[in-house]
């Protein structure tokens, strides 16, 4: 199992910028994916950026194309999400997410997931 901390959540105005951190600690490998999806009250949990570790490959939903960016940083066992140009639409809580193995295909299941960390809020206003 991978444990999950995610951080960086917050209020910020529609246009602005947050960055969103997710540390992963535990029986983590080189071969292992992780993401971010984001869920709104009433609504399915819904994918938004995933990486592959390994390879850097990257999946976004069409959503977030051109404004949000997954980085690692492999010393750091991090991942981290740039979202700008924010929308209010953007506002929801931010899962951070693994898999035991690469991802090969764009829009995942939450399912396809094997942990998960708390969430951090992220509230845009217009």
Excluded at 11 to 40: E, H, I, K, N, P
Excluded at 57 to 83: C, E, H, P, W
């Amino acid at each position: 199992q991978v444990q999950l901390v995610e951080s960086g959540g917050g209020l910020v105005q529609a246009g602005g910028s947050l960055r969103l951190s997710c540390a992963a600690s535990g029986r983590t490998s080189t071969s292992y994916a992780m993401g971010w999806f984001r869920q709104v009250p009433g609504k399915e949990r819904e994918f938004v950026i995933g990486i592959n570790w390994s390879s850097g490959n990257t999946y976004y939903a069409d959503s977030v194309k051109g404004r949000f960016t997954i980085s690692r940083d492999a010393a750091k066992n991090t991942v981290y999400l740039q979202m700008n140009s924010l929308k209010p639409e953007d506002t929801a809580l931010y899962y951070c997410t693994a898999r035991g193995g690469p991802l090969y295909y764009n829009n995942p299941r939450p399912d396809d997931f094997d942990s998960w960390g708390q969430g951090t809020q992220v509230t845009v206003s217009s």
